[in-house]
């Protein structure tokens, strides 16, 4: 296995930094998230980032398309493209597994959607293996592999004082390449995941819920939620968003940027009507999103089991205790 | 077991037997040792759920908002942040004093989720920032009481105590260096709104940050857009913040929210004299009425 | 030649182009049809009957709305106003620059349909989408059977499409059109009394029942067409939810795991008894 000390990792991405925007993950302002690498930047390897990878796909707020509009007159502009690759180091196993889910929902079921596939296509992932489970995380029992995510175009391994990297796909073969002589070819063993302190038995949690729309569970579950988007904004797989304009004067831009089923407005039309008006109908449609409509219109969860809503609810609003009481529902 | 918590649930226990609330809002324990969150009981057996330890963060008074429809009591468990909270709801009539019955807890100060978390189960943890410079430990207002009433020397020793330090250090920065570090606090907001959500003073029926199609604010998420939400938010709770701290508790991007907050409620004091949120039921709002001695410089 | 709707598509259909209203119909008090024409006077796209089309003043909003009917180089969406966009709609005159997206969603079963008498049954502003698949049938008249409407509205004044109720459609060979109002009122003399009642009334033997209008008349109605004896495939409706993205992107017109911009909006009774009652 090709392998470099962490502490080389430094002059790793400066190398690659010449060639490429490198996300890496950091900490700035006490958050950790994917930063674009540059000297001085505190990196955060040891455990997986607060602010997941998606908002290098899937900005949180994106413009999409300026406009100018006067009296009867209406002009609509695309933006200039964006250029340049982009190599994302560090993705866990979970967040591997959530850019998939992403991929089903922008890239498929007939419809494209241009700007994520764009900023897809430029960008170069790179996986990292994990050996000790945070508190939070229970990805092995969501099915996904903490040792080697999907999708990765190499597969970086956590070596202890080092980093090893395993090319998977033409792509990676030939990022590795662009490094090599940073890189020490050693034989090296992978160590083994150690225990997970939280676990989730979703085996036939998404058949289940087929018939548990109207559960009393729900009317449970739902009290302590505040409605807020921490869960949603935290989450690698939340994709909702909402389309609004800024307007100066005659010109505009429309922009696109993270909404959530938390919210009121989010479903509440024109004319007042409401289809999910409370805390309940809210909550559930969060839970049956993740666990049964994605799985049936997809055929895969939409929960990777990074554990960052369970850190982050301010009420413990667990979804992990969330599928133990649908297993226990009767 | 602790004699406090045998008591919560013997009290909580009776309320529902006799029927007398149709729920009981307390604490449970949660995914881990140091997470007490949120409990709702409807049953008599479901009691032994309930618990107080140093984690039982949550303001229950907020839940209350969610009741006002309901048929019957709610009974919930007031610290004495909580029970600030209460009176300030009651104070804007969101809520009816009669169907709510109040079990007082009086609160030693609860510690630090996140320092527990870093130092594990047996460690000293510290107190939660939170919990350090309060003044009112003990409930308010009450229907029920458990415990004794933290000695009132040391209740009075904390108040004498009052830190507006923090505030004052960011007084002293040039408007400049004030705009920089507020900009870099709420550059990073993900405006998910659970600081509003959890806060106690944010009871409106119909928010303005929720008017996005109105126009006052715009849902992208950008450094002028946070900054009039903060701004926005911090005017609209001042007066009302009673200080419980769970906005900056809960807030996942770590924004110093309370600062904002202590800075109003040190103008204000300053401005109309010292004033306490949620402790006087009749008393009038400082920002709530005109006095003809109120300042007036900007007039 | 101009990029159509159905070029942005392909390249980006989040994208609005620019189109122009060319006419403009007031229907009643509070609904307006908008005919659209692209900047070289074609039609932005060619919808089937049933589909939708994003609308959009770029400065105020964006909106999914039915298509109404089509012509040989425009299409038409017959709008209620009922929020910011839709006010602001019925403010501007013709010559208005607009953006337009689309065409989305499923459609009418045109083909299903084909050979068998229908029964239309629209309420208010629900007579819109609807109207769609009547103008298609009518044009192509041989394809079908019978052609029934009954349509009903809160007053004589609140009657959408009234030159089709009262000149065209009952021209139309093998064509009856039954029109109601809720209450009686001076200067009409047709009939009185809410949708569901009439069609009860009037009972039709379609082989296929074609329904739009506000959620109470649906309601009311679907026990009337179960006592008809049809069979839930039968059964066809157009569903309206909030919509942002209108290519299932967006997350918010969930009913369950379908979208209603992409799956929907025209389900049939079998398909909604197998969704979550959340619309």
């Not at chain 1, 807020?228 to 005659?250: K, N």
């Not at chain 2, 996005?212 to 911090?234: C, P």
């Not at chain 2, 924004?255 to 006087?280: C, E, Q, T």
Request: charged share 30%; hydrophobic share 35%; with cysteine.
């Amino acid at each position: 296995m090709k392998t470099v000390l962490k502490t080389k990792l430094p002059e790793l991405f400066e190398k690659l930094a010449n060639n490429y925007t490198v996300f890496v993950p950091a900490k700035i302002e006490g958050i950790s998230r994917f930063a674009p690498y540059q000297n001085g930047l505190e990196l955060a390897l040891e455990e997986n980032v607060l602010m997941p990878p998606k908002d290098i796909f899937f900005p949180q707020t994106e413009k999409m398309y300026k406009f100018k509009a006067k009296d009867q007159y209406l002009e609509i502009e695309d933006l200039p493209p964006e250029e340049g690759q982009q190599v994302i180091f560090g993705v866990r196993s979970c967040d591997l597994k959530s850019i998939d889910c992403l991929d089903q929902v922008f890239l498929t079921k007939g419809f494209v959607d241009a700007f994520y596939q764009d900023k897809r296509d430029r960008s170069i992932l790179i996986g990292l293996s994990c050996v000790k489970p945070m508190e939070n995380c229970f990805c092995s029992s969501m099915g996904v592999d903490p040792q080697k995510g999907v999708g990765a175009d190499i597969q970086a391994y956590d070596l202890g004082d080092k980093v090893g990297f395993e090319a998977i796909t033409e792509k990676g073969r030939e990022l590795l390449g662009k490094i090599e002589t940073l890189l020490v070819e050693e034989a090296a063993s992978v160590p083994a995941v150690e225990k997970f302190v939280l676990t989730a038995d979703i085996e036939g949690v998404p058949e289940k819920l087929k018939n548990m729309f109207d559960h009393p569970i729900w009317d449970d579950i739902c009290r302590k939620c505040l409605n807020c988007s921490v869960c949603a904004f935290v989450c690698p797989t939340c994709h909702c968003f909402d389309i609004a304009s800024e307007v100066r004067g005659e010109d505009g831009t429309k922009i696109r940027c993270w909404d959530t089923c938390m919210f009121d407005e989010y479903t509440r039309m024109a004319g007042g009507h409401q289809p999910r008006p409370g805390k309940k109908e809210r909550v559930r449609n969060r839970f049956m999103h993740k666990l049964r409509y994605f799985p049936e219109r997809y055929d895969m969860l939409l929960c990777t089991g990074c554990g960052r809503c369970v850190a982050k609810c301010p009420v413990n609003l667990d979804i992990t205790a969330v599928i133990r009481k649908i297993k226990e529902a009767e | 077991m602790s004699d406090k918590v045998k008591k919560m649930q013997e009290i909580a226990r009776e309320i529902l037997e006799k029927g007398e609330a149709k729920v009981v809002i307390g604490w449970e324990k949660g995914t881990h040792w140091y997470l007490s969150p949120p409990a709702f009981i409807d049953k008599p057996e479901e009691v032994e759920r309930l618990v107080w330890d140093d984690f039982c963060h949550n303001n229950l008074s907020k839940y209350l908002k969610d009741y006002v429809n309901h048929e019957g009591k709610v009974a919930i468990f007031v610290k004495g942040c909580d029970s600030r909270a209460f009176n300030r709801l009651l104070q804007d009539k969101q809520i009816e004093r009669d169907k709510v019955i109040l079990i007082g807890i009086p609160c030693h100060g609860l510690k630090d989720q996140d320092k527990a978390k870093e130092l594990g189960e047996n460690a000293d943890i510290p107190k939660a920032k939170k919990c350090v410079e309060c003044r009112y430990p003990n409930p308010l207002v009450y229907d029920y009481f458990i415990g004794e009433e933290k000695a009132l020397d040391e209740v009075a020793a904390a108040s004498e105590a009052r830190d507006f330090s923090d505030v004052e250090a960011i007084e002293t920065l040039s408007p400049d260096e004030k705009y920089e570090f507020w900009n870099k606090q709420y550059e990073r907001c993900l405006r998910c709104y659970a600081c509003r959500n959890v806060c106690p003073a944010c009871s409106c029926r119909e928010c303005i940050f929720d008017q996005t199609r109105v126009g006052w604010i715009g849902k992208a998420n950008n450094a002028s857009e946070n900054q009039f939400f903060a701004l926005t938010r911090a005017m609209h709770v001042a007066g009302l913040c009673i200080e419980c701290g769970e906005c900056e508790r809960v807030c996942p991007m770590n924004i110093p929210i309370m600062l904002l907050n202590k800075k109003l409620i040190k103008d204000i004091n300053l401005l109309f004299g010292p004033y306490d949120a949620g402790v006087d039921v009749d008393g009038k709002l400082p920002l709530g009425h005109f006095d003809k001695n109120d300042p007036e410089e900007f007039m | 030649m101009a990029v159509t709707a159905e070029d942005v598509k392909k390249i980006n259909p989040l994208v609005p182009i620019r189109a122009k209203v060319i006419k403009i119909v007031q229907e009643t008090p509070d609904v307006k049809t908008f005919h659209i024409s692209t900047m070289d006077d074609k039609k932005p796209f060619d919808p089937m009957p049933g589909q939708l089309g994003m609308l959009s003043l770029p400065a105020i909003g964006e909106a999914m709305f039915s298509v109404t009917n089509k012509g040989e180089s425009h299409i038409e969406m017959a709008i209620k106003s009922v929020g910011q966009l839709t006010e602001a709609l019925h403010e501007i005159e013709v010559g208005q620059e607009v953006g337009i997206r689309g065409p989305y969603g499923n459609g009418f079963p045109v083909d299903y349909c084909k050979g068998k008498d229908i029964l239309f049954i629209g309420g208010g502003i629900g007579l819109a989408p609807v109207r769609s698949l009547i103008m298609h049938c009518i044009k192509n008249r041989d394809d079908y059977g019978k052609l029934t409407v009954v349509y009903g509205a809160r007053s004589k004044a609140d009657l959408c499409f009234k030159e089709d109720l009262f000149e065209n459609w009952p021209k139309v060979p093998n064509m009856d059109v039954f029109v109601t109002i809720d209450r009686e009122e001076e200067g009409w003399d047709g009939h009185v009394g809410f949708v569901p009642a009439y069609v009860e009334e009037l009972a039709p033997k379609p082989q296929v029942t074609v329904l739009c209008g506000p959620p109470v008349m649906i309601k009311f109605t679907l026990p009337t067409l179960q006592k008809m004896n049809f069979k839930d495939q039968d059964i066809i409706t157009t569903l309206e939810l909030r919509m942002k993205c209108g290519i299932g992107k967006c997350g918010r017109c969930n009913i369950g795991s379908c979208y209603v911009c992409l799956d929907g909006p025209v389900f049939t009774m079998e398909q909604l008894k197998d969704l979550p009652p959340e619309y």
